[in-house]
């Protein structure tokens, strides 16, 4: 039933939505888990058919009993947006948590942000940590940043500069505003590097170009005080 899942999945990408959520239905009835999953999204989101959130729980749920991670990830943004009803974050996490077990990165990082701020779990930096660390190793950018800052601040694991920079690095070489920031202020800071003004200058240039606010303020500062030609 592979081809007639791909059949339906072009369907969706050329935008015909409506035979899309049709094919999908039919393998769905069939048992199929993947399209289980996609039919609880589209009911989600109203693509193809009338939105219907119970009825996308249902399918979800069929699909994440089945072991589809896909589906409880999106389980678990419904519980936590409120998209479902009453915001249920110990829920949310339940299903996040599963999610991360299956090897889903971005559940991963949901996980340890849960665990980070205690929403619908004890609150557990140290679990976090590792959680954050676990989808940094898939290469979530924002996973990145974050246990870089944990090994930064000792939040959660031991404080280590190196690792922080080394963090901060593989995020900032994909573009991420924050990671690029930080990375200047360690060499601003001398925080586990020489300082370096020229390098913390270049990064928060950098940070200033994709947007981050703060870095923006930096270059503007020195510009107005005639410190750099930006």
């Known amino acids: 039933m592979s081809g007639y899942f791909d059949m339906a999945a072009q369907l969706y990408s050329d935008g015909d939505k409506g035979s899309a959520f049709n094919a999908f239905l039919e393998l769905a009835l069939d048992g199929d888990v993947r399209a289980q999953a996609m039919v609880g999204y589209m009911l989600e989101n109203g693509e193809g058919t009338e939105r219907n959130i119970p009825e996308a ?54 996980t340890a942000q849960m665990l980070e701020h205690g929403a619908g779990v004890a609150k557990s930096p140290e679990r976090a940590a590792v959680w954050y660390e676990s989808a940094a190793r898939y290469g979530h950018t924002e996973a990145q940043n974050c246990i870089g800052a944990m090994y930064q601040e000792g939040h959660g694991v031991p404080r280590d500069y190196e690792k922080a920079k080394e963090w901060y690095e593989k995020a900032a070489e994909r573009n991420h505003p924050r990671a690029m920031y930080n990375l200047g202020m360690l060499y601003d800071k001398g925080f586990g590097v020489e300082i370096d003004r020229e390098k913390a200058l270049e990064w928060c240039r950098k940070a200033a170009h994709a947007g981050h606010e703060k870095a923006k303020g930096i270059i503007r500062r020195l510009q107005e005080e005639g410190k750099i030609i930006f």
Request: charged share 20%; hydrophobic share 50%; proline share 0%.
């Open 57 to 110: 729980i249902g399918w979800y749920e069929r699909a994440a009993a089945a072991g589809s991670d896909v589906a409880d990830f999106n389980l678990g943004h419904l519980f936590r947006s409120g998209k479902a009803g009453a915001v249920d974050e110990g829920r949310a996490f339940n299903h996040f948590m599963k999610a991360a077990r299956a090897g889903n990165v971005h559940a991963m990082f949901e």
